[in-house]
């Protein structure tokens, strides 16, 4: 399976931005799909999980609701929308997807198998 990310780019504080992921090359309701993102000097962070079915979604506290995400089953694509984005989003964002048919979420990297190649998403203040 690939994975292409797209949406990054230069936004303002407080803007609203979306990310997509498109995942091609296999049953795209049989993959669990996560998005992540990594700092300069900082370890990959998790953000937001969905499940195969899209059934079940689980995104980290830390982003207290700012961000969502959903998948589009006749487009194979999972979106990432951002919500009142702060300077301390900026970072490489990306997605990830393992082979799962069920409902199950999954938050951390060790558990994906299948990385797409990361987009920058810078936030100005």
């Known amino acids: 399976v690939q994975l292409q990310a797209s949406g990054g780019g230069l936004v303002q504080a407080g803007d609203s931005a979306r990310l997509s992921c498109v995942v091609s090359?296999?049953?795209?309701?049989?993959?669990?799909v996560g998005w992540f993102r990594q700092a300069p000097g900082k370890e990959r962070e998790f953000l937001a999980a969905?499940?195969?079915?899209?059934?079940?979604?689980y995104d980290a506290d830390s982003l207290r609701g700012r961000f969502t995400i959903s998948r589009d089953h006749a487009k194979i694509t999972v979106n990432l929308q951002m919500n009142r984005l702060k300077p301390e989003d900026t970072a490489v964002y990306y997605c990830?997807?393992?082979?799962?048919?069920?409902?199950?979420?999954?938050?951390?990297?060790?558990?994906?198998?299948?990385w797409g190649q990361g987009t920058q998403v810078t936030v100005s203040s």
């Open positions: 969905i499940s195969g079915t899209g059934g079940s979604t």
């Open positions: 090359g296999g049953t795209f309701s049989g993959y669990a």
């Open positions: 990830a997807a393992t082979r799962r048919y069920d409902n199950v979420v999954l938050a951390r990297t060790s558990q994906y198998h299948y």
